[in-house]
């Protein structure tokens, strides 16, 4: 996989979901995460991510906030 879209080479998304690859010799792999309302989940704000269709009649919101350790701030805003 060595960090393509998975639809390049005729791979399809059902191998990207179960297969893992690398990103820069780093390996990776898909993970889902899901929740119910009113759910909160701490990521890294590095964390790389997608939306995934909404099924449900009603439009979904999140709000997100930033939280930093005032020895590692020089760090996040550089990574924003």
Do not use: I, K
Not at 10 to 39: C, K, N, Y
Not at 40 to 62: E, Q, W
């Amino acid at each position: 996989m060595s960090g393509r879209n998975a639809s390049v080479g005729g791979r399809d998304r059902r191998t990207f979901l179960t297969e893992a690859g690398s990103v820069g010799g780093v390996p990776v792999h898909v993970v889902e995460l899901t929740g119910e309302p009113g759910d909160v989940c701490f990521t890294d704000l590095r964390l790389l991510h997608t939306l995934a269709p909404n099924p449900g009649p009603r439009p979904r919101l999140m709000a997100t906030q930033r939280f930093t350790f005032s020895d590692v701030a020089g760090d996040v805003r550089s990574a924003s």
